[in-house]
């Protein structure tokens, strides 16, 4: 028997999950589906059991090794922001807890297929583990260098970045096709860009969407 409860009781429950769901709205998300996915993850399996409690109060929590499960609404609204239409292959830059993962394997057909990329070993094994538990089938994973892509499965239709790096990395500008949409935050500690890069054929469109404060995205992997 699985360790996780995807339905949850009190302060985890669907009812829970809904009430956060109302403040996303209220708060600016206006995509359904990016709605009706947060609704639908249990994102009380992705923290530990200690803050499960907390799972849906509209905050990042820590998950170990100095990461973070980001606030619901930036999730919602970095999601959002990709999917300004479908999206069939993207590519997640820092798979952390999998939350971000899950959310986006719920979106399908907008979303047809995941590569989630985590340069944390002991994090990519959990998080295969919750996203098994919800039968997401449609999601893979590798531990590897978030600043070097999945360059054998390039190019790609969207790439969702959930760290921080100072400036964006070539390769991942290089691995988005013609017409795919890269959202990612920019910048050092402190306050930074949620930025969105749409590759045309002439070049890179960017554009400012929120100012954010994610982990820096770092290079190499343990």
Request: glycine fraction near 8%; include cysteine.
């Amino acid at each position: 028997m699985s360790r996780y409860d995807l339905n949850g009781i009190g302060m985890t429950s669907q009812r829970t999950r809904d009430r956060l769901v109302k403040r996303l709205a209220e708060n600016g998300i206006d995509h359904d589906e990016v709605l009706t996915a947060v609704a639908t993850v249990p994102r009380h399996i992705f923290i530990d059991e200690a803050l499960a409690h907390r799972a849906y109060e509209d905050i990042a929590l820590p998950i170990g090794h100095g990461q973070t499960i980001s606030q619901p609404f930036i999730v919602a609204l970095m999601t959002q922001s990709l999917l300004n239409r479908p999206r069939p292959r993207v590519l997640e830059v820092g798979t952390g807890s999998g939350y971000q993962s899950a959310v986006l394997a719920c979106l399908a057909p907008l979303v047809q297929k995941i590569y989630t990329l985590e340069r944390i070993d002991s994090l990519i094994e959990r998080a295969q583990e919750r996203l098994r538990v919800m039968k997401c089938s449609n999601v893979r994973f590798k531990h590897a260098d978030g600043y070097q892509g999945w360059l054998e499965e390039s190019p790609f239709d969207g790439i969702l970045v959930t760290a921080a790096p100072r400036h964006v990395p070539q390769a991942l500008l290089d691995q988005l096709a013609v017409g795919g949409r890269m959202v990612l935050p920019i910048g050092g500690e402190g306050a930074q860009e949620l930025k969105v890069y749409d590759r045309t054929p002439d070049g890179f469109e960017v554009q400012t969407v929120d100012y954010v404060r994610f982990v820096p995205l770092l290079k190499g992997v343990r």
